[in-house]
């Protein structure tokens, strides 16, 4: 599935020297302009107290969940600067048929920077080490301007659907849809955002950008995204569509995704390698969702056309994906509107607060097809059921089984398996 690949326990000792690192980190840095609350000693002597009864890993656990100094970030207002990150630690089985080798990883570590310029311009940076490979994220100025919205200068996300032009913090599962593959990503250029009464758009245009979780941008583009939300009495409904063009001076494009399971060493199940002698790549997507209390559901569609040069016909790609969630503990998704997608979930009592947190399941059907004419980028089903536990706005664990209902690619050693994967992971952000 993808080839449910692994990542070797050699690097283990790596892992936990940057867990090591990232929590003697949090415990010791302060916060100047944000003093700690009043009742955190009480919280913490309690915490002390029933270490015994809770064990080890209960302990480690709300200790973690206790760092209050970065919770919000370093915050300096008087030099107009934040820092903020986040660190996500994997562990996977997986098999054809049964359990197979335990796989640790760093899925994603990440530091941004943001300062306050002249004349309110915001500067953002943000690097992020991808399965051990280091990438620069959004590295962009940007200004809430009269008339054109939000101004954005600089390599940022493209808008193009829903999953993707949100953050990789707050999806419901690990990772993102196998139809991310015909999605864009990140890209050099300027772009515009703003919403009034239902109505929430994005538009832009862009050149080659930055890698992102593999995958590069090339070409010229003119990417846009149109967002209109219904309110009814049980909730929000979200509907979009997304259409980009690309122009690529004969470039090679390259279509790819991981199998919704990241820790893998080996190639991608589906990868169209460089696409020789491609020209134009349109896309279009399809975007809806909705919340109702703690039930939510959303659905994306997502279409390529790749036009080719010297008379080569041109190749369609398209995928789609369907989940439903559920918050067992009664919260609710967080949609904004201001921009179209989801923000984090926040528990109504922490479990560091001597509550239970939040608790979240969902279930995810998926299919993308890379298969056309003489290109055989593979075709991949997936079935995906998810468990979420938000133990405040910083800690969240997390377990997802993903299973491959159909695998088509001839010639991989994969094509007409039907591989699954176990994994958990512990996501701590400041």
Known sequence: MGEFGHITTQRLPTLL???????????????????????????????????????????????????????????????????????????AVYSTRGIGQTNFSVRRADINFQHLLWRDWLFYADAELVNWHLEFKDVYIRKNTKWLGVLTIGNQQEPFGLEQYGSFRNTTFLERSTSSAIAPSRSVGISSSDFHGPWIWSYGFFTAGTHDEGRQQRGVALTGRLAYVLQSENGPYHLAVDYSTRHLNASGQRFESAPEVALSNSDYFLDTHGIADTKRVQRYGLESAHVSGPFSWQAEWMQAHVGRQDGLPTLEFRGWYAYASFMLTGESRDYRESNGIFGPVVPHVSWNGRGGGALEVAVRLSQTDLNDRDVFGGKERNLTLGVNWYLDKSVRLSANLVHALYLDKPGNSFDGKHPSALVGRLQYQF
Do not use: F, W
Request: glycine letters at 10%.
């Open 17 to 91: 020297a940057t867990a090591l690192a990232c929590a003697i980190t949090a415990g010791c840095v302060g916060t100047p302009s944000k003093p700690a609350p009043a009742q955190a000693k009480p919280d913490t002597d309690a915490q002390a107290t029933n270490a015994g009864h809770d064990g080890m890993a209960v302990d480690a656990l709300r200790r973690l969940s206790l760092m209050r100094p970065l919770e919000g970030g370093i915050d300096t207002p008087l030099v107009h600067y934040q820092i903020h990150g986040y660190l996500m630690v994997d562990a």
